[in-house]
């Protein structure tokens, strides 16, 4: 069974930046997608991004292009979300997601979810 645990969320001015973490444990890990998603209060959960197990090949949500950059260190079993230049519409928790299939994770039916960590960006 596999475990995901995100960390790094927190309250931050427009404009700012932070750096999730998704740490995975559990019996395997080897040969799964990584992705994150987002839920703002009211609005269903949708997807930002998402990285393949050898991370030559990522994905973005055109509403985080160019801002947001998904990374993983397999040897530490962790993924990573850098979130640069960040909006008040990016307020939401965010949510650490896994599946041995890409296009499964990037629809949403992945079979590993996180609890989320919450971030705020004011304005």
């Known amino acids: 069974q596999v475990q995901l645990v995100e960390s790094g969320g927190g309250l931050v001015q427009a404009g700012g930046s932070l750096r999730l973490s998704c740490a995975a444990s559990?019996?395997?890990?080897?040969?799964?997608?990584m992705g994150w998603f987002r839920q703002a209060p009211g609005k269903e959960r949708e997807f930002v991004a998402s990285?393949?197990?050898?991370?030559?090949?990522?994905n973005y949500a055109v509403s985080v292009k160019g801002r947001f950059t998904i990374s993983r260190d397999n040897a530490k079993n962790t993924v990573y979300l850098q979130m640069n230049s960040l909006k008040p519409e990016d307020t939401a928790v965010y949510y650490c997601?896994?599946?041995?299939?890409?296009?499964?994770?990037?629809?949403?039916?992945?079979?590993?979810w996180g609890q989320g960590t919450q971030v705020t960006v004011s304005s």
């Open positions: 997601a896994a599946d041995p299939l890409i296009s499964r994770l990037e629809g949403g039916r992945g079979n590993y």
């Open positions: 559990g019996r395997t890990f080897s040969g799964y997608a």
């Open positions: 990285i393949t197990w050898s991370g030559g090949w990522t």
